[in-house]
């Protein structure tokens, strides 16, 4: 009698809801290449059909569908074009144009929605229940190509923190909490899921450390959840907006700018003529101004670990919270009242 192992009945009852996104765009159509010498040698350039374009796949990525209607989640950095086209792919014959309801940058979660009855849908678990050693199942679309790509492991660590950086834009995000785990996460196996023994989704997988073997990160399911009920509720996330522009303080940039303090949150302007603190915000009613250094928000160190955005994501639009600002070599206390980010 053949012995069916937990993994090959976990892969049967999830693959059918995890999907292939692909990202397309209207691209200048290119019709040939031509050479321009540069430097002694020929550089190749390709030759635009003018007034042409045409649809071009320019990435791809993974997701799962978490309901029959149609609500699709996925890694946020995998839909952050808002000019592109998203396609969903179920089966080789099964597409469906794809809709972004919400970005959430902060968890680096999206939940899109494709129309259809009776769609095939994981059920989501409680990443506050996960252990240290439980074994999961990682599925996607591996490296873009391979469909129903399917790894098993354990949870190798619980709430770590990590610098990641989209390989397709360059930007760098901040992402905290994160399960990690030995299961192979391989480029385009974003937004798929990591799934437990049980066949819930108990997380989003999202980032591989490039260059070492067996470390990958998914962010916890609750996040998603917390973004997919707030869709369904209100159409949209909702989240406390405080409404300066600041930049996380260390030891290198206290130094280098000779500041007083090596931790906290600098208050200044990204670039020229946008201002730091934002008109009408909360901020600007409170009286912050540009370089005040917030010390502390609801009487907690703000650290690289434990960043200004970080509590403010647990904090409720309209609580009143005491900041701690250093402003001119002074310590000062404001209350202010959060609103909500638009």
Known sequence: ?????????????????????????????????????????????????????????????????????????????????????????????????????????????????????????????????????????????????????VSSGIVSGLSRYIQATNQMTRQASRLRGLIQTDAAINPGNSGGPLINMEGKAIGVNTAVVMGAQNIGFAIPINYAKKDLEEIKKYGKIKSPFLGVKYVLLNKQIAEKNKLSVNYGALIVRETLGEPAVVKGSAADKAGLREFDIILEAKSKKITAENSLSDILQKCQIGEEIKLKILREKKKIILKIKLGEKK
């Open 1 to 149: 009698m053949k012995i069916i192992s937990p993994i090959v009945k976990i892969a049967k009852k999830v693959c059918p809801a995890v999907i292939t996104i692909v990202i397309s765009k209207d691209l200048p159509k290119i019709e040939g290449f031509y050479l321009m010498p540069f430097g002694g040698k020929g550089v190749i350039f390709p030759k635009f059909k003018k007034g042409k374009k045409e649809a071009t796949k320019i990435g791809g990525g993974s997701g799962f569908i978490v309901s029959p209607e149609g609500y699709v989640i996925t890694s946020g950095h995998v839909v952050t074009d808002p000019e592109a086209d998203y396609t969903v792919i179920l089966e080789p014959k099964k597409k469906y144009p794809a809709k972004v309801l919400a970005r959430d940058p902060i968890n680096d979660i999206a939940i899109l929605k494709i129309k259809d009855k009776k769609l095939p849908y994981l059920e989501l678990g409680d990443s506050t229940k996960i252990d240290l050693g439980e074994e999961v199942v990682a599925i996607g679309n591996a490296l873009g190509e391979f469909n129903d790509t």
